[in-house]
C-alpha cells in the first residue's frame, strides 16, 4: 500500500502584536482574569473572589484541574515531611491546600496517606477533583469561562490591561486591572514577550502517560507489592527482563498508588520520548502529538507486563488514561527572584517564603527517575518568584514560577501549586488595594496574610 506524501510543518509564532485588538469587542471588565484553572488557578481565583473581587476564569479544557486531573497525576504530592524511616504522616501544608484537601476527602474523592519512598502521598479520583473545584468556585462567586483559550495580552507598553481570549464563538477581550497567569506553561507572560526559561537549557523532564488499571485482586496486589507505591528493585528487573526480551517498556522504576475507588490502581510507569529516543518538546504539537500516541501505545504494554507479572492484576484491564500526557516542565518565568538549587538542597527558610516544601527533587530523565529526599526539613519559594522580570499588573502562580531545574522538580507539585495560587490572589488583593506594582510588595506582607488565613509559614 503505498502512503500519500505528507508535508512538511514549518514553525510557529508566538508573537501576537499585529493583532488588532482595538477591533475586537469587550466582553468584560473585571478585577482579575485568572488564566487556568489548575490548581494553582483554582485556588487564586477562589481566594481573590471571597474578598469581593469581580473574578474570571478561563480555561481551555471543560473541566478544572490541569496536569492534576486532565494529565491524572493523580495525586496530592507536597503535603508531608519526608524521614529516612517515614513512621506516619506529618503534615507540612495548610492554606488553600488544605481546604481543598478537606473538601476532596469529604467527598469520597482521597484516599489516606500513602507510603512513596520516604514521605507520604494521597491519590484523588480525578472527576471528584473537578466536581470539588466547581464547588468552590460557585461558592466564591467565580464566573468560568471553560472552552476559551487566552490567546494574546492586552497591552498598554509594558503593562497588561487584559487578555484577548478565542473560543468557537469567536475572539473577544477581557479587560482586567489584574492578570494571573496560571496556564503552567506562562501562556501569557510568554506573550508580553518577557523573558522565559526553558528547562536546563533546553532539556525538560520528559512527559509521561498516567492510566488506571481496573479490576485488580487488592489483597494479592498488596501482598506481594507491599505497602510502598514505588516498586521494589524486583519489579524493577522483571520489567527489565522483559524489556530484555522486547516489551516497550523504557522505564523500570514505577509507582503505582491504590485510588479511593475499589480494586482501581492508579499506574505511573510511561517514559515518553520520540521514537529515536529524542527529548520531545511538548509545547510543539507535532512532538505533542507523538507524545500522546506513543504514551497510548506504553501504557498497553506496561498493562500487559502487570497483567502478567504482578500478582492480582491477571484480570484487570485499563479504565482510562488522561485526557491529556502528562507534562512535568515547560517554560517557566524570569523572575524578579528565582528558587535556586542550593534552596532547596539547603533548606533555606526566609521572610518573604509564601510556599514551604519538603518534596524531594524529582527528576524524570533516563532509565529511573532520580530522588533527592530532603529529610526532616524543608524550604520556602520566595514571594518574588511569582513576579516576572518584565513587565506589570501580572503575575505567575503554579509550576511556571521561576526556579532552578532541579529546584523546579522539587517545587512543582500539587500540594505547592495550591498554595503558589493562594500567594498570587493574595499579592494581588494588595496590589489592588493599595494600587502597588506586584514588584514592589513586600514578600513577608503576602507571608502575614496567608498566615492569618491558615497557610503554615
Ligand atoms: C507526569 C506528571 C506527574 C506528576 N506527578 C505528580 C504527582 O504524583 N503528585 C503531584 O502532586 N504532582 C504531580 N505532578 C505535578 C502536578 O500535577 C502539576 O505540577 C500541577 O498540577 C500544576 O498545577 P498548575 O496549576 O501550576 O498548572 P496546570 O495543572 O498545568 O494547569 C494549567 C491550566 O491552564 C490551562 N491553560 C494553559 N494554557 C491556557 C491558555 N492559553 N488558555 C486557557 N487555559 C490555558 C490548562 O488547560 C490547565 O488546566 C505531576 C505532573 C506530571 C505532568
Redesign the pocket.
Known amino acids: 500500500m503505498s502512503h500519500t506524501s505528507q508535508p512538511e510543518f514549518a514553525s510557529w509564532r508566538l508573537d501576537t502584536s499585529d493583532l488588532d485588538i482595538a477591533a475586537l469587542p469587550v466582553l468584560c471588565e473585571v478585577d482579575v482574569v485568572v488564566?487556568?484553572?489548575?490548581?494553582?488557578?483554582?485556588a487564586a481565583a477562589t481566594v481573590a473572589a471571597e474578598q469581593g473581587r469581580s473574578v474570571l476564569l478561563?480555561?481551555?479544557?471543560g473541566f478544572?484541574?490541569?496536569?492534576?486531573?486532565?494529565?491524572m497525576?493523580?495525586?496530592?504530592?507536597?503535603l508531608y515531611r519526608s524521614a529516612p524511616e517515614p513512621v506516619a504522616p506529618e503534615q507540612l501544608v495548610y492554606g488553600f491546600t488544605e481546604r481543598f484537601r478537606k473538601e476532596l476527602r469529604s467527598r469520597g474523592g482521597l484516599t489516606a496517606p500513602q507510603l512513596y519512598g520516604k514521605t507520604f502521598?494521597d491519590a484523588h479520583d480525578p472527576l471528584v477533583w473537578r466536581e470539588t473545584a466547581d464547588a468552590l468556585l460557585e461558592a466564591a462567586g467565580v464566573r468560568v469561562l471553560f472552552h476559551?483559550?487566552?490567546?494574546a495580552p492586552v497591552l498598554d507598553g509594558e503593562t497588561l490591561r487584559g487578555v484577548v481570549?478565542e473560543s468557537n464563538a469567536g475572539r473577544s477581550v477581557v479587560r482586567a486591572r489584574r492578570v494571573i497567569d496560571?496556564?503552567?506553561?506562562a501562556?501569557?507572560v510568554a506573550r508580553t514577550g518577557a523573558p522565559t526559561v526553558f528547562g536546563d537549557e533546553g532539556v525538560i523532564q520528559n512527559?509521561?502517560?498516567?492510566f488506571r488499571l481496573g479490576n485488580v485482586d487488592m489483597a494479592a496486589y498488596e501482598s506481594f507489592y507491599g505497602p510502598d507505591t514505588i516498586c521494589a528493585p524486583e519489579v524493577s528487573a522483571a520489567i527489565e527482563e522483559a524489556r530484555d526480551k522486547g516489551a516497550d517498556l523504557p522505564r523500570s522504576k514505577i509507582?503505582m498508588?491504590r485510588t479511593p475507588r475499589p480494586g482501581e490502581l492508579l499506574v505511573?510507569a510511561t517514559r515518553l520520548t520520540g521514537r529515536d529516543g529524542r527529548m520531545l518538546n511538548v509545547i510543539d504539537p507535532e512532538d505533542f502529538t507523538e507524545a500522546e500516541v506513543y504514551g497510548r501505545q506504553q501504557v498497553r504494554a506496561y498493562a500487559d507486563f502487570l497483567a502478567r507479572n504482578v500478582p492480582g492484576c491477571a484480570d484487570s484491564f485499563v479504565v482510562d488514561t488522561g485526557v491529556e500526557?502528562?507534562?512535568?516542565?515547560t517554560r517557566s518565568i524570569l523572575g524578579v527572584e528565582t528558587l535556586r538549587n542550593d534552596d532547596v538542597v539547603e533548606c533555606r527558610k526566609r521572610p518573604d517564603g509564601v510556599v514551604r516544601s519538603a518534596?524531594p527533587i524529582?527528576l524524570?530523565n533516563g532509565d529511573r527517575p532520580k530522588l533527592q529526599w530532603l529529610y526532616d526539613d524543608y524550604y520556602e519559594v520566595p514571594y518574588h518568584a511569582l513576579v516576572p522580570r518584565a513587565g506589570e499588573h501580572v503575575i505567575a502562580?503554579?509550576?511556571?514560577l521561576s526556579a532552578e531545574h532541579e529546584a523546579l522538580a522539587s517545587a512543582?507539585?500539587?500540594?505547592q501549586?495550591f498554595e503558589?495560587?493562594h500567594a498570587a490572589a493574595v499579592a494581588t488583593l494588595i496590589s489592588l488595594e493599595e494600587e502597588a506594582r506586584y514588584r514592589d510588595i513586600r514578600g513577608s506582607d503576602v507571608r502575614e496574610r496567608m498566615r492569618a488565613a491558615g497557610s503554615a509559614l
Open positions: 488564566v487556568g484553572a489548575g490548581a494553582a488557578g483554582v478561563v480555561e481551555k479544557y478544572a484541574g490541569g496536569a492534576a486531573v486532565a494529565g497525576s493523580g495525586t496530592i504530592c507536597g502521598t476559551a483559550g487566552v490567546l481570549i496560571a496556564s503552567g506553561d501562556a501569557v512527559p509521561t502517560m498516567f509507582w498508588f505511573n500526557v502528562g507534562i512535568r516542565q518534596w524529582e524524570h502562580a503554579g509550576r511556571c512543582r507539585v500539587t500540594a501549586c503558589y495560587g
